[in-house]
């Protein structure tokens, strides 16, 4: 074993302290070296884990009574506690996760960005949803009430972290942030592929929790089997919302066991998507070259390890596409394997890329070559043409890193066939020029069904991370397409509205009082009005 | 079997045309008489069902892309149209139901009131939940992209009636209103006790898809077994949420079924609740016979069916809760049965009622007179102790129909522990005065989260259409507590976010244009920005 981080204990982070875990242990294993590091990791029984959410349970009403400056100071502590320790987070990261230290740094900036992109949205309220429809006393035939209506939270949420974004969809990543954010307790699930990661991020929050004094049942860290103890995390019956980034199995589980709890309750999985591309004849009249490394940049990136990688582009028949599909085999051929997340993960790439090179109709555009560590094999672009493609459900499932599948459409028809043929997506694209309009506008209510975010003229990575984006899209890209995890509207998720009829202005909450004392924005009797 | 409207078909309306089922037949049954009423109805089967979903899906493009003009009017149309057909309605709801006269005028006004606030909510446009982050081309070190978020509705929509209210949560209720406005075609399966009423206001939305233009898919109604046809809408992957009113059995088995499809669909079912009262000191200080006479009034009205009917009331040990209890007794006696709505649920309910009175500890406190129609049994309200309530879970569940339980409670921990043990409710009442505020601050937390809807001095009955209110609440009261099934949040249930980036100004949807054509309040940048 190589130490590079000393100070790790190993450790459960319970109700806000170290819990030694009874169950078996675990070790992270560097992708790059497939050596192991230390410490071992100790993990949970159920007993354990019963402590942290009954902890959750016992912090709600406090925590969800929090007045919003100090609910808004306390997540931005959280994003100062991860920056404070941001070199050694980084540092084990790398070890744990084979990713490079560029990318990680701007995750962990990413990461605190959505701590205080969620306390801007708790101080400015309008999650809150504010709505009053006064008392007629005078209404015919019937008086109406005082009727005031305000968005609370769910209850403790449970938080699953993903193996590709150890840090912003991890312990303190977007779904922690906006369940905070909401006034939710978290009880967080690490994965076991970045244990350390996982404690230095969870000792940030819990430092927070402990520095503005509120109750330790607000986050909890626990390690332990995802088949066991993630499945008794999601049925345990003081959670009340489930937060998760992973494959489609993993994800599925998590939602039979949500739907058979005597009370079921929401999950939100982010788990499956080819997110595809669609090409245009005018966006082919370009520089073809300098667009096939843009689409390789995009496959490649992170190791294709990303939810939005370009799985699938889709390139008209003819000579501006022959011509291109040539610059994506030259584009492929100069790219170097990068190391991925774990060995499993590598594996299991290799095996859907074999899988689907050898479909009928399947041939390989371009190989890269292998990278010089562990676990970083040469990235794969594969071709095919629209009819085989429509036959052939194989090709349209995700796999999962740095391979992609070029099909060559024939006409407008063939293309909506296809795009109808597919399952949901978190994001398509289009390439087009003004010619292509028309043929655009047409595609558009496909896409519109199909996905969660449509781009034009660029490629699906890099979400950004503001008050407009969706990631999210229906299932199989979601369990739930109402909603998404990434950006500012991700906090209504955690959400539900309460009614108060004719309660006295003493009794009502803050966020409802006649004077406004919260200066919220609140919706009268239907209109917006400001506060 | 006496003919009360000759001009019923019998059918269902599937794809804007009379369809015969080629099922079974059923007629509907007078429950005052328990005679059977004309015509027969003709059951589909399950090819038949495919008919309407398809076409459902067909429409679903064309539908939503209505300019919000037409589509307000078209959703004004219906209820001109029932309206219009509104004597005729009413007639056949009193033989279907046994519902008298002005409850269902009342109903039919409501019907037509949620219509136009929906028409409302159209026009007005908030529901498309525009965000516009603009792009940052010098921001460093990446550029922002140009992105723009709105809400689309999920699809076609599977909509069931309600027994208990056969037009406000029926053919053309709440959730058809809310489904039509926010853009999903409706598949509607009528409830089988009232398939007259259903056919007639079918008709008039039938009619106003025809005199719009529609596509006639926007609109079918359906009749057909629960168990098989029901069911079998909800599985049918046409469908993609579903609006449901009724039992706590029918609405988890819906929940299941649409939990096992290979693309899981949303559930919102409101299914059981026996909306607690809560009686503090200060509260029985006043005039005790007239407290009582409204508590009676409310558990009685419409027979004891209405969802948020006062099943339990918490009352304090000593003196003056004992004259009200006597006071509960006296005004019992004084009422008379009335119609409910079918055999089954008359049945039903007085299984229930012997069941709650055969438990230990349960006594009592008063009971009414049978009514001189059939199925109109006398009224009834029983009696326990918060001890025994605690201990006994039968003591907790719904019985639909004129009854009441009283629990005396000995202090505030007492009264405490009775609503922590709560399933989850659509509302929950106090009264109380002044001198009780400090005692209700401390049980309002625990109503929150047991509730959708607090009232104060007042009963829950009588459910208010507006901006603000909620209903809904944590399960068994819904599937789904995140929303309302009645007032305008209720569109939101049929909404999801899509994000477009980059998009060029010409193929973005109109409620994001650059120019605002719409002239939509926008949150830009987070910040509402009005039209």
Redesign the interface.
């Known amino acids: 074993m190589t130490s590079t981080a000393t100070a790790l204990a190993g450790h459960s982070l319970i109700n806000g302290a170290p819990v030694e875990g009874r169950g078996e242990t675990t070790v992270a294993v560097d992708p790059a070296t497939n050596e192991s590091l230390e410490p071992a990791y100790t993990l949970v029984d159920t007993e354990q884990l019963g402590a942290a959410t009954r902890a959750a349970a016992d912090a709600?009403?406090s925590f969800r009574?929090l007045d919003p400056e100090t609910h808004a100071a306390f997540l931005e502590r959280i994003a100062e506690n991860i920056e404070a320790a941001g070199e050694e987070i980084v540092a084990r990261a790398m070890a744990e996760t084979g990713l490079p230290e560029a990318r990680l740094t701007g995750e962990r900036g990413r990461t605190a960005n959505q701590l205080r992109l969620f306390a801007?949205?708790v101080r400015?309220g309008?999650h809150r949803g504010a709505?009053?429809?006064p008392a007629l006393p005078e209404r015919t035939p019937?008086p109406?009430?005082d009727?005031?209506?305000r968005m609370?939270p769910?209850?403790p949420v449970a938080v699953f972290g993903a193996s590709n974004f150890p840090l912003a969809f991890s312990t303190a990543g977007g779904d922690t942030a906006s369940a905070l954010a909401a006034g939710c307790p978290v009880v967080f699930k690490a994965h076991n592929a970045h244990p350390g990661t996982s404690e230095l991020v969870g000792r940030a929050i819990v430092d927070a929790v402990r520095d503005f004094d509120l109750h330790p049942g607000v986050f909890s860290l626990v390690y332990g089997p995802g088949s066991t103890i993630g499945q008794a995390l999601v049925a345990d019956p003081a959670i009340k919302a489930v937060g998760f980034t992973g494959s489609r199995s993993a994800g599925t589980a998590l939602?039979?066991t949500a739907?058979a709890r005597p009370?079921?309750i929401?999950v939100y999985a982010e788990m499956s998507s080819i997110n595809p591309v669609f090409f245009f004849d005018g966006a082919l009249q370009g520089d073809l070259d300098a667009l096939a490394t843009a689409y390789l940049r995009s496959v490649t990136g992170s190791s294709g390890q990303l939810c939005t990688a370009p799985g699938l582009v889709f390139v008209p028949a003819g000579d501006a596409g022959d011509a291109f599909v040539a610059a994506v085999g030259r584009a492929a051929a100069a790219c170097t394997g990068q190391t991925m997340l774990t060995r499993g993960i590598c594996g299991s790439w290799q095996s859907g890329v074999e899988a689907l090179a050898g479909q009928d109709g399947v041939d390989v555009v371009g190989r890269g070559t292998d990278g010089a560590t562990r676990n970083a094999p040469a990235p794969v672009v594969l071709g095919t043409d629209a009819a085989t493609f429509l036959t052939n459900p194989v090709l349209h499932e995700e796999i999962f890193g740095a391979a992609s599948l070029v099909v060559r459409y024939d006409d407008a028809e063939q293309l909506r066939e296809a795009a109808e043929r597919l399952e949901?997506q978190l994001t398509t694209t289009?390439h087009l020029t003004?010619a292509d309009?028309e043929a655009?506008?047409g595609l558009?209510?496909v896409l519109?069904?199909k996905?969660?975010?449509?781009?034009?003229?660029?490629w699906p990575t890099?979400v950004?991370v503001?008050?407009?984006?969706?990631h999210?899209g229906?299932?199989?890209a979601t369990?739930?397409?109402?909603?998404?995890s990434v950006g500012?509207?991700a906090i209504e998720r955690f959400?539900?509205?309460?009614?108060?009829?004719?309660?006295?202005d003493?009794?009502l909450p803050a966020d409802l009082q006649e004077a406004n004392p919260r200066r919220l924005?609140r919706?009268i009797?239907?209109s917006?009005t400001?506060a």
């Open positions: 709600f009403d009574a801007a949205v400015q309008d709505r009053i429809d019937l109406r009430a009727i005031r209506q609370i769910l209850g939602m039979r739907a009370e079921p929401p949901g289009l003004d309009r655009a506008r558009l209510p519109e069904r996905a969660g975010r449509i781009l034009a003229n660029g890099g950004e503001g008050h407009a984006m969706v999210g229906p299932f199989p369990s739930d397409s109402r909603t998404t500012s509207l959400l539900r509205p309460v009614a108060y009829q004719n309660l006295p003493a009794l924005n919706r009797d239907g917006p400001p």
